[in-house]
Structures are given as structure tokens and as C-alpha cells.
């Protein structure tokens, strides 16, 4: 069996040392920039430098995540940034930006590359495509089974890397918006906000009434993935690595799940078979923090499995009841479940919405004062908040946990094995050799001249007790061959000098693990000739596309003249296609941002159809190889790939790619300076209701089905239903062929106003995207936009009457100009 990699998350110095002093194969961390937990400690320069040779010297990699999407603007700063790391021997770099990732294969072509699970790789296609560009390793998305990674990693030779504990995003990674258009703050720059754990009701669109929930108002907040009891199963797939999700917790938390998943997966390791875990473990793994748990798609959990409906927050443990509240005394009589110590911290789950926390600062059991209560003793403890009537309790932070857990990581030193030769012969330089376990080879040749004995000769047992000194370094002395004259003499001080320079050597040749690699410098100037000036000809009138999502809406839209039309509904795209093509207009396959391996095979099955010259639009890294196999001639990719820069178009166009749609993220200055330099044209989408979310989970099933029978899921065929937030916006829910859902913004973006401005920005494709529109609305929008465009190609850029009604009614419901004018933190 392979040796699988246990990756660990570091967002300060302490947790780096927690999660290399519990065991951790790997750790994954970011710099102060360009990483996606702009919220965690992170690392600078110097600190990085520090982190880099710590877990070198300890046989730990590490991998930085420069996971964000870049602008144009930026890639000046991200070049020096790359550069460093590359000079300071970081293995390897996280990336997300398809345009990140073209600029680390031109200039540091031997850089290691992994792909962040942002870059919402769900299939083996997927995973071709980034080994062709370069990626050694790929983060699947986190909704996959295991029986799918299985397959995939049985056909690739990619290092594939799977999450295994930790929180959960309720969308897939790298398709969120949520955070972004709400409130600016962009999940893909590091930024989110979330907005996923906050409360939301379903409303059923058509009366705006509430569908009552059973169990909880946090119809979007996933628990926390837990697969300790399943380590055998992860281990089988043939995964290169398993991976801990947060960088954003504590030490102690990196301590103690890291802690456990290493004894689980080295038990595994010697045993073959998954033993009974320690309860005393998992009942730390669960006190540490837990939302719950679940254990996610990788074993089936869905619906109802996978959420924590009731708290978006740490649950801790059950530790007992409430029975009593004594107003003189401030205090809180409590039946035990569980042992309870002063200093831990407890939570009280009230039938509001705000639960009571306190830090228990004394005990009392019979009146004693005591340090600690005993499961069903019934204590009383000092509270400040007034209680009444039987509430549960519980533990959210455990003292003795917090310092088992510190003392694992503060008093504890990993041991290196080495092992020496020491040669001192009467007349030569006193001489030591060392080695390691990975043929890491030291020779150290002291001052000191080897002198006989005037009296009584050093033995090799007084050697052997000073080399083995090495208490305040992380090397442990396995074995020591010794050359000695038995008539040698050697100064004490001398052996414990010749032991420590030898060991400093050793630390430094530990800590260089690239030592090929040739030192780079980055200027301005080479990332302006890199870029270049590129640009298309403006010279041509502003297309219309759109992209419709039934055969309802493509009826409504065929009335009207459009340049280009993307069909979403694969199910009916050759009634669609036919209907088109009577019409005289060609119609374009869209195929969906998620294929998974069962969708995919009918999406070979379309794309044989429609042979090399019908062209596609490619929502994922997937569908894009599965087009090049069958060498389409025109392929069109989606705004799913989240291209956010000219690199990422550079790169697009050596796939093959004829155009892209830029990110709905991007402002109007940024989506210029990409146009000045683009080879390919470029798409943007000017209105409509923009994805937000799309999921395998379903909060209308999850609401509207709550004991989750089997083909009880239909509701959503014959009713709208939306996400209504605690501002009272509501979320419309639209669900595909597949049964994801995809959630909406709860305004429409409309930029039809700006029409001349997007003109002279150089925009010359423009999209209306249509998602649960009905055939009026698709109407009336592209009556709008189809005269401000005949307007404008006549010089005038005022609004026609259709245009003018058209605005005014968007403005009355409530538009968006999404980023445009405001852009993203």
C-alpha cells in the first residue's frame, strides 16, 4: 500500500508547530496575500522563511496557497511573491486562477503545482486537463463519493487530494458568489463572509408564504465532515492525501484532530485493517469542535445527514441539564452527564434563539467547593443569567482537553533518527559523519588534531555519551560507528563542538530540499512583456447572446433576432436545436459548470452528435477536455471558470478555446485593461439572475420532506420556491436536470443603462442570461436590449421607449449592477 500524505492546516505559528509535533506529513498555509483565508493568522515573509526550514528540518513539506483569483493589476506584486517562495524552497504552490497558473508554468516550470479544490474539479477530464498543464496534484471537490475518487485515481496518474475533516462549504468550492454580491466580500479573494452560516426560511414564491421548518433556521449551514472510523476506506482509494480543513482554528483543535487521524492511519498502516478507535479519542475530537458531524458525500450522508439546521456554530458536548436557577446565590443547579471542571466552558441551549455561555469559574456539590463534578452528581455553579426549567447543557470547551492538547506540541520535540561514523586517529582532524533516513549525507571535519594520550585514552563509551547529547536539536543518535585509535586523546569540549557543527550542517542540508533549483529575480518589466498588448478589433456593432434554460423561454426568445443562443437544458436539446434551426439560428449545447461521471456520459453521447463543427459552451475544466477529445473547432467556455485575468484568456486560447465569459466579478476597469490585452474574445453578462450557489444538497427537500423518503423530492417541478434572508431579500431556488440546486440572486443584474459605456470599455459580446424567467419576461428583456443595440449602431445611445418601460420596471423590482462600479475586497 502506499504511504498516504496526512496534510494538515496552519494559519499561525503555534498551530505549525501543533500539526508537526502530532504528526502531520504536510502542512498547507498562506502568506499575507493572495490566499483564501484572508481571516487567518497567516504568515510573512520572515515567518515563511521560519515555517519553510522548521518543517524541512522535521521531514514535513510544506505548501502555500496562493489561491485567489488575480487581476491584471496585480501580477506584478503575485510575481515577486511566486519568486520568493520558489527561492526559499516551498515544495509546492495551491492555486486556483487558471491565469496564476500559466504564469508558474513560463516562469518556474519545475514549481510544484496543486490545484485548489476552488477550481471545482469533480471529474477525471477535469483532472486530465490540469495534468496537461502542469499539476502534479488536484483537490477534489468535497461533494464526491469515494467510489468516484476510486475510479479517477485508478485512471490518472495525478496525485489526487481529498478533505477529510473539517467544516464543509454547502456550495461547491470555487462556485460561491453568495458572499460576494451581498456584501463585496469575495469568497474567491480570500474574503468570504459566511453568509452561508446565517438564518433563512423557504418561501414558496407564488403566495411569498414561509414553509415552516422543523429543525432550524439555518437552512444553509453544513455540519462538520468526519471520517476518522472510515481512515481503511480513504486509504484503499489510492489517494495521495488527506486533508484537514482549518486554518482559521486554534492549535490546539490542529493538535488534537491531527493527533488523531495519525494514530488511526498508522494503526491502519501496521494492523491492514481499521481497529476499534480509543472512545477517549473521538470523544476529544468531537469536544475540540464539532458542528455536528457528518460524514459527508464521500460516504453517502445527505439531506438532513449533512446539516446542522439548529447551529451554525461550535456545539461542543452534551454535559447534563439545568434544574434550577437560585436568584440570592447567582447560581445554576445542574444534573450531570459528564465530568465538568472549573474552567471549562459551557452553553445553554434556551428555547430562543439566544443560547447562555458561561466560563464555569467554581463548583459546588453539597455545598463543598470543589475544582471538578463527576457524571450524575448534581452540582451547582455561579451564573449570572437567569434560567428556568430543564434546558440541556453544554461542554463547548474542555480545560484539560486545551492542555493535553498544548503540552502535545510545547513539551514535545519530533525525533529525527541519524546515525554517525566518528573517525579519530592519533595525528588527523577529528572527523564525524552523519546521516539520515533519506540518504541526507554530512561530513565534518573539525579543527582539533586527534593527540596520543599522555595518560589515560578516551573510550568509545565516553564518545558515545557525548554524541548522543543532543537534547536541544530534533535528532535522535540511532547508531554510531567509531574509528579510534586506542591511544587517542580528546578534549570533552571538542566532541560536544565537532557534534554541534555537525548537527547545524545536517539542519542545513535537511532544510534544502530543491537545492536545483536556480535563484530568480522578478521585475516590472518582465511581467509587462509577458502580458503584452494583445487586444481585438472593436471595430464590429455589440452582439447579443443569451442563454436560456427551457423550451418555453427558447420559443419567446426565437421572435426575436439575437446573434447567439446557449441551451441549458440538455434533456430537450434536440427538440430545442430543431426548433432553432427552423428559425434559421444556430443553437449552442451549454453544458453545466458540474458533470459528474454519469452526466458526462451524455454529454460524450451530445457531443458525438454533434459532430467537430457544432460548437459548445464549456461550464467546467471537464467539459472543456471532453470537447478537445472530440476536437470541437469551437469551443466557448462559461463564467464558471472564473476567468479574472488576460492569463487565464492566454491560456484558454492554447486549449483551443475561441472565446471566453469573463468573471461577473470583475469591474468595468478591470474587464478593459483584460480586453486590451486578450487574444480571445471575450463575453460578458449584463443581465439576469446570477448563480450564487449550486449544491448537491436541497433545502426544499430538506424542508418540505423532513423524514426523507425516497422519491418524495418532486415539489420543486410544479412550485417556485426561494431562500428569504434575515433582511427579508428572497433567494430564488432553481433546480436542473441532475436534481442541483442552483441559487439565485435576489436581484437581477442589469447594466442595460450602461450599454454605451460597456461599448467605448471595448465589450463588443454581451450576454442576457435566463434562468426561471417566464416567456414574457424573455420577452420584454430582449425587446430592450435588442433596441438600445440597433439604437447604438446607429449613433444614438439614449434609451428607446421598450428600453426606458423596460429600465423603470427593473428599478421598481430592484436591480443589481453586480461589480461593474464597486468591485470586490
Known amino acids: 500500500m502506499n504511504q498516504v500524505e496526512l496534510l494538515a492546516p496552519v494559519g499561525s505559528w503555534e498551530a505549525l508547530e501543533a500539526a508537526v509535533q502530532n504528526g502531520a506529513d504536510a502542512v498547507y498555509l498562506g502568506g499575507k496575500a493572495f490566499n483564501a483565508r484572508q481571516s487567518a493568522g497567516n504568515f510573512d515573509e520572515e515567518e515563511l522563511k521560519r515555517a519553510v526550514a522548521y518543517c524541512h528540518i522535521r521531514g514535513v513539506q510544506v505548501f502555500v496557497t496562493v489561491n485567489t483569483l488575480i487581476g491584471d493589476e496585480e501580477f506584478e506584486e503575485l510575481g515577486k511573491y511566486i519568486t520568493f517562495l520558489y527561492n526559499h524552497d516551498v515544495d509546492a504552490i495551491i492555486v486556483q486562477d487558471l491565469g496564476v497558473a500559466k504564469f508558474v508554468r513560463d516562469f518556474f516550470p519545475d514549481f510544484e503545482l496543486h490545484a485548489s479544490t476552488q477550481m471545482s474539479v469533480h471529474n477525471l477530464e477535469g483532472v486530465e486537463l490540469l495534468a496537461q498543464l502542469g499539476f502534479k496534484r488536484v483537490v477534489l471537490a468535497r461533494e464526491m463519493p469515494i467510489e468516484e475518487i476510486q475510479r479517477i485515481q485508478e485512471a490518472t496518474n495525478v496525485d489526487l487530494e481529498i478533505f477529510v475533516h473539517g467544516a464543509l462549504c454547502v456550495s461547491y468550492s470555487g462556485q460561491c458568489l453568495m458572499s460576494s454580491m451581498i456584501g463585496g466580500r469575495s469568497g474567491n479573494r480570500g474574503r468570504c463572509a459566511q453568509t452561508c452560516r446565517m438564518t433563512y426560511s423557504l418561501i414558496n414564491m407564488k403566495d411569498r408564504q414561509q414553509v415552516r421548518s422543523r429543525f432550524g433556521e439555518y437552512l444553509l449551514s453544513p455540519r462538520d465532515l468526519n471520517t476518522l472510523e472510515y481512515v481503511d476506506r480513504l486509504l484503499s482509494s489510492g489517494v495521495k492525501s488527506l486533508k484537514i480543513e482549518g486554518r482559521m482554528k486554534r492549535p490546539e483543535y490542529v493538535a488534537t484532530i491531527v493527533g488523531a487521524y495519525r494514530k488511526a492511519i498508522d494503526q491502519y498502516m501496521v494492523k491492514g485493517v481499521q481497529l476499534e478507535l480509543d472512545p477517549d479519542l473521538k470523544q476529544d475530537v468531537t469536544q475540540i469542535f464539532n458542528r455536528k458531524f457528518t460524514r459527508g458525500y464521500l460516504f453517502g450522508d445527505r439531506g438532513h445527514r449533512l446539516m446542522s439546521f439548529e447551529k451554525p456554530s461550535n456545539r461542543g458536548v452534551y454535559i447534563g441539564e439545568t434544574l434550577g436557577y437560585d436568584k440570592n446565590k447567582r447560581r445554576l443547579k445542574l444534573k450531570l452527564s459528564g465530568d465538568l471542571t472549573k474552567g471549562d466552558g459551557i452553553e445553554i441551549w434556551t428555547r430562543e434563539k439566544e443560547n447562555s455561555g458561561a466560563i464555569v469559574e467554581a463548583i459546588f456539590h453539597n455545598g463543598d467547593k470543589r475544582e471538578q463534578g463527576k457524571s450524575e452528581e448534581i452540582i451547582e455553579i455561579p451564573f449570572k443569567s437567569m434560567v428556568q426549567g430543564k434546558l440541556p447543557v453544554y461542554k463547548t470547551t474542555d480545560l484539560s482537553l486545551l492542555k493535553r492538547a498544548q503540552e502535545s506540541y510545547q513539551r514535545k520535540e519530533k525525533r529525527i533518527s541519524i546515525y554517525g561514523r566518528l573517525k579519530a586517529v592519533v595525528g588527523q582532524p577529528l572527523q564525524l559523519d552523519i546521516w539520515d533516513d533519506e540518504q541526507r549525507y554530512v561530513h565534518h571535519e573539525g579543527d582539533y588534531i586527534v593527540e596520543k594520550a599522555l595518560k589515560t585514552a578516551i573510550t568509545e563509551e565516553r564518545i558515545y555519551e557525548q554524541m548522543v547529547k ?235 420532506n423532513p423524514k426523507q423518503k425516497e422519491g418524495n423530492c418532486s415539489r420543486c417541478r410544479n412550485n417556485q420556491f426561494g431562500l428569504k434572508d434575515r433582511l427579508g431579500k428572497i433567494f430564488p431556488i432553481m433546480t436542473d436536470e441532475s436534481c442541483r440546486t442552483h441559487l439565485l440572486n435576489s436581484q437581477k443584474l442589469c447594466l442595460l443603462g450602461h450599454i454605451p459605456e460597456l461599448y467605448k470599455a471595448g465589450i463588443r459580446k454581451i450576454r442576457l442570461d435566463f434562468t426561471i424567467e417566464d416567456s414574457e419576461e424573455v420577452k420584454e428583456t430582449i425587446e430592450a436590449y435588442r433596441e438600445t443595440l440597433d439604437y447604438l449602431r446607429k449613433g444614438n445611445e439614449a434609451l428607446g421607449s421598450r428600453g426606458a418601460v423596460f429600465l423603470e420596471k427593473m428599478q421598481q423590482q430592484g436591480l443589481t449592477k453586480g461589480h461593474f462600479y464597486r468591485g470586490v475586497e
Not at 440538455?570 to 459548470?593: H, Y
Request: net charge neutral; charged share 25%.
Open 470 to 704: 543532543l537534547g536541544g536539536t530534533v535528532y535522535q543518535l540511532e547508531h554510531l560507528e567509531m574509528v579510534l585509535d586506542p591511544d587517542a586523546a580528546i578534549p570533552i569540549g571538542q566532541l560536544n563542538q565537532l557534534r554541534r557543527e555537525a548537527v547545524e550542517k545536517m539542519d542545513r542540508a535537511r532544510e534544502k530540499r530543491h537545492a536545483k533549483r536556480d535563484q530568480s529575480e522578478f521585475s516590472s518589466s518582465t511581467i509587462k512583456a509577458w502580458i503584452g498588448r494583445g487586444g481585438q478589433k472593436a471595430d464590429h456593432p455589440m452582439q447579443l447572446h443569451i442563454s436560456i434554460s427551457s423550451i418555453k423561454q427558447l420559443q419567446a426568445a426565437l421572435e426575436y433576432k439575437v446573434d447567439r443562443i446557449y441551451y441549458r437544458e440538455l434533456s430537450t436539446v434536440k427538440q430545442a436545436t430543431a426548433l432553432a434551426r427552423d428559425a434559421g439560428v444556430t443553437l449552442i449545447p451549454a453544458f453545466s459548470r458540474i458533470t459528474r461521471m454519469e452526466d458526462m456520459k451524455s454529454a460524450y453521447r451530445l457531443l458525438e452528435e454533434g459532430g467537430q463543427e457544432g460548437p459548445i459552451l464549456a461550464g467546467n475544466l471537464g467539459a472543456l477536455e471532453a470537447a478537445k477529445k472530440y476536437k470541437k473547432s469551437t469551443i466557448y467556455t462559461d463564467y464558471f471558470l472564473n476567468v479574472f485575468n488576460s492569463a487565464a484568456l492566454k491560456l484558454l486560447g492554447g486549449l483551443g478555446v475561441k472565446e471566453a465569459t469573463l468573471s461577473p466579478e470583475l469591474t468595468l476597469k478591470q474587464v478593459r485593461r483584460i480586453l486590451e490585452h486578450s487574444e480571445i474574445p471575450c463575453e460578458v453578462v449584463v443581465q439576469g439572475y446570477l448563480m450564487l450557489m449550486v449544491m448537491e444538497y436541497c433545502p426544499i427537500e430538506a424542508v418540505t
